[in-house]
C-alpha cells in the first residue's frame, strides 16, 4: 500500500529525474560515466513507481477502499509528471465508474426491498452505503458533478425510511385484527433491519417504532383484561 509518507518518492525522482537531464548537457565534455545514464536509470525508475501506484490503485478501486484510492490519487497529483497525469486521468474514469457502479447497486436494492423478509434483501447494503459515504468523504473531488453523492444518500435514505414506515403501518394493522403471531414476527424483522440500516432512517421512522410497540402492550393488556373479566 502506498502510505502517506511515501508521497515524496515520486516527486523526488521527478526532481533527479530533471537534475539529471539538465546535467546531461553536459555530457559531450566528460569522459567515462554520463549523466544520460543516470537520466535513464532515474527514468525508469519513475516509470516503475508510476506503475506500481497504478497497481495500488486499480486494486483499492476494484475494492471499494475509497480512502486508500485517495492516497494513491494524491502521490500521482504529488509527481507531477506527464505518465502520472494520464494515468491520473484515467484512474478518475475508473473511480466514477466504481461509484456510479456502488449507487446504481445500492438503489436497486433499496426499490426491490420487502422489510416483510426481514433483512434478506437487504444483507450488505450497510456496508455498501458506507462504501459511498467514504466516497463522498475522501474522493468527491474526482467525482463528476452529475453524480451528487449527498443527493444520492439523501434519496436512499428517503426510499428506507418509507418502506420502513409503510412495513410498521402493516404490522400495526395486524395488531389491529389481532394477528400477534404475525404482528411479533414482523417486529422481530424491524429490529434485525434497524440493526443493519438503523444509521439510513430518518427519526421519524424510530418514534413510529417505538408507538407500534407500545401499540402491541395496550393490545395486550386490552385481550387480558377482556380476558379477566370473563372469566371472573
Known sequence: MYKLGQLSNQKMLNIKLLIAKNLSLLDVFLGGEKYKNLYN???????EE???????????????DYFLVHNEML?????KDHLSKRKSEQAKININNSVEG?????????LRADFSYGIKDIEGVSKQLKEIESAKKH?????????DLENCLNKLVDIFSKKMLDFVAKVKNSLVSNSFCEADKDI???????????DYFKEEVFTNIDDLKKFREESVNKIKIKFNKLIK
Open 50 to 64: 508510476t506503475e506500481e501506484i497504478r497497481k495500488e490503485l486499480i486494486a483499492a478501486i476494484e475494492k471499494r
Open 188 to 198: 422481530e424483522h424491524i429490529s434485525k433491519i434497524c440493526d443493519e440500516l438503523g
Open 75 to 79: 502521490a500521482l497529483e504529488e509527481a
Open 139 to 147: 474522493i468527491n473531488k474526482y467525482i463528476e458533478s452529475r453524480i
Open 41 to 47: 536509470e532515474y527514468k525508469s525508475k519513475c516509470v
Open 102 to 110: 456502488l449507487i446504481t447497486i445500492v438503489k436497486t436494492k433499496a
